[in-house]
């Protein structure tokens, strides 16, 4: 066999390659082929898939961005919103200690009033109070005065014949009370 390998050689005008070998390096190109092939095209497909991957987290990245950002909004505004009960609850409890105490106050004087005075009917006590100076009482009862003079001339005006409308113009007061004054008189009517 080796002499043949070297015959081979030293007639290279008359050299056949034989066939098996032919065959197994034809068919060994084709597999090599056919696998880079193969190997290109996963190589695109797994650039693909990275950038689907790449593109996928930085959407991800976004998303936890953006809902870092609205959290961090909502406890900003959770703080304001505490921070306006607390306000406002101080304000209230401040408010119910105020009428706390004018509860007590009032209760003082009404058992001062009641242990002077008899009770009135069903166990109530009658309670008048007088805040201010004697200048004001006085005022406030001639203002009183005027408003029953005022009430007694509607009266007298209404039984006259004349309408609402009228009796304001004419005592220069607004009609809603002079309406108010009318519809007051025939309610206190009814009842008699």
């Known amino acids: 066999m080796a002499t043949e390998l070297v015959l081979i050689a030293a ?4 050299f056949e390659v034989p066939w098996p ?18 190997k290109t095209r996963n190589v695109s497909k797994t650039r693909q898939h990275t950038r ?21 909004e909502l406890e ?15 304000k209230l409890e401040s408010v119910i200690r ?18 002077g005075d008899a ?3 069903d166990g109530a006590v009658r309670l008048d109070v007088v805040i201010g100076d004697e200048q004001e009482n006085s005022d406030l009862s001639a203002e009183n005065e005027e408003v029953q ?13 004349l309408q609402a409308q009228e009796i304001a113009v004419q005592l220069n007061h607004p009609i809603g ?3 108010l004054i009318l519809a007051l008189r025939g309610q206190q009517a009814n009842q008699s």
């Open 11 to 14: 007639q290279p005008d008359n």
């Open 21 to 38: 070998i032919f065959l197994l390096v034809l068919v060994a190109t084709i597999f090599l082929l056919i696998a880079t092939r193969k």
């Open 52 to 72: 689907q991957l790449v593109d996928e987290y930085k959407r991800h990245h976004r998303l936890d961005d953006d809902l870092r950002e609205v959290m961090i």
């Open 76 to 90: 900003n505004l959770a703080r304001q919103v505490n921070g306006q009960i607390e306000t406002k609850y101080m």
């Open 98 to 115: 105020d009428a706390d105490q004018r509860i007590a106050r009032l209760e003082r004087l009404l058992e001062e009033k009641s242990d």
């Open 119 to 121: 009770p009135v009917s």
């Open 149 to 161: 003079i005022n009430k007694t001339v509607v009266y007298e005006l209404a039984d006259a014949g």
């Open 177 to 179: 009370e002079i309406e």
